[in-house]
């Protein structure tokens, strides 16, 4: 009897969130869950193509066959990638009949790493660091400044199909905040790269974004030209030369 209730109540609550716009599903929650929709849902085909196949063969080599189902990330990347930038439902139902697992076992690892994508995002997505750090540093404002200025909401993609902007969490440069990466999945099954953007201002980003649309390529790293990489602005000013050894101990006098 509980178990019933339980049941029905779960699928009321599927059919509110079935009522809500996908566009409004712009924060963490949109992570969460699954939802089927015209252009990702299982019954939708999906296969690797001839040449990703391959590619396939050889990822699956590198494992024992007793444990194909360590391939799962790899071959997650690649669907990503043969797929414009994000998986669909159908894709990872694809990749655990390859490593024959439960597609539940693929769904936990695409769910857990915030790098799969399993809605639609631009050619250049564009992630904005929202830790401590970058926070304190205005990574709310460049995100603002992003939105509006593409005319979009957070994971939506522009009309384009060029961009999109969302959230990643710590990119590990802190002592560069605030920074932003660019997901570059204008290559296709090529391969994407991910380009680390630090030091950023609100102009900065605006620059960096109309760089792209013209198909150039910003220099990556530190955008404060008064920086070299980490280092500080304007230059060292200690540790300007060879660091004097230790003294030796006289081993002879103990």
């Not at 494992?63 to 790899?74: D, E, R, T």
């Not at 797929?83 to 857990?112: C, D, Q």
Request: net charge neutral.
């Amino acid at each position: 009897m509980l178990g019933r209730l339980a049941a029905q109540r779960l699928r009321e609550i599927r059919q509110v969130f079935c009522q809500i716009p996908q566009a409004s599903r712009s924060f963490s929650t949109a992570l969460n869950y699954h939802i089927d929709s015209p252009d990702n849902n299982p019954d939708l085909p999906w296969e690797f193509s001839a040449a990703n196949k391959e590619k396939v063969k050889e990822i699956i080599s590198h494992y024992p066959s007793n444990y194909k189902q360590s391939a799962v990330i790899p071959l997650l990347d690649l669907a990503q990638q043969q797929h414009g930038g994000w998986l669909p439902v159908s894709a990872m139902n694809a990749v655990a009949k390859i490593i024959e697992v439960a597609p539940i076992r693929v769904y936990e690892v695409a769910t857990f790493y915030s790098m799969f994508n399993r809605t639609k995002v631009g050619k250049y997505h564009l992630l904005v660091c929202g830790t401590t750090p970058c926070m304190i540093r205005g990574s709310r404002e460049i995100e603002d400044t992003l939105l509006e200025h593409l005319g979009v909401k957070r994971n939506e993609v522009t009309k384009d199909g060029l961009f999109s902007v969302g959230e990643m969490e710590c990119m590990g440069c802190c002592v560069n905040a605030p920074m932003i990466t660019v997901a570059d999945y204008s290559n296709g099954s090529e391969g994407y790269t991910y380009n680390y953007y630090e030091d950023v201002t609100p102009k900065r980003v605006v620059e960096i974004v109309e760089a792209l649309r013209r198909g150039e390529k910003p220099p990556r790293g530190t955008q404060n030209p008064k920086r070299t990489n980490s280092g500080p602005e304007g230059g060292n000013k200690t540790l300007l030369s060879e660091p004097k050894p230790p003294p030796c101990r006289d081993l002879d006098a103990c």
